[in-house]
């Protein structure tokens, strides 16, 4: 069974900085993609940064590009995503997220099987 939990959100400052972590278990597929996500309040879930089978590519959403970057710590079985000089409008609830085999790489939502509980990220001004 595939669990992911997430770590390390917070409050903080605009200019400040944040790293999320996600711990993942139970997860066997060779061919994966992994991502973070963010759903702030009624607004729809959007992508924010993913990462294919290891590191061997990576994308961005333009909002972040420049700002955020994932990663993954195989050896820990975690994904981490280092937030750097956050906005307000960052604030939102941070998601994990991984797929089943990933034939489609991307920062879609539907191309994601499996979700964590999320973490609260919130930028003030």
């Known amino acids: 069974q595939v669990q992911l939990v997430e770590s390390g959100g917070g409050s903080v400052q605009a200019g400040g900085s944040l790293r999320l972590s996600c711990a993942v278990s139970?997860?066997?597929?060779?061919?994966?993609?992994m991502g973070w996500f963010r759903q702030a309040p009624g607004k729809e879930r959007e992508g924010v940064a993913a990462?294919?089978?290891?590191?061997?590519?990576?994308r961005y959403a333009d909002s972040v590009k420049g700002r955020f970057t994932i990663s993954q710590e195989n050896a820990k079985n975690t994904l981490d995503l280092q937030m750097n000089s956050l906005k307000p409008e960052d604030t939102a609830m941070y998601y994990c997220?991984?797929?089943?085999?990933?034939?489609?790489?991307?920062?879609?939502?539907?191309?994601?099987?499996?979700w964590g509980q999320g973490t609260q990220v919130t930028v003030s001004s």
């Open positions: 997220a991984a797929s089943a085999e990933c034939y489609y790489f991307s920062l879609s939502k539907y191309s994601y099987t499996y």
């Open positions: 139970g997860y066997r597929y060779s061919r994966y993609c």
């Open positions: 990462i294919y089978a290891g590191g061997g590519s990576t």
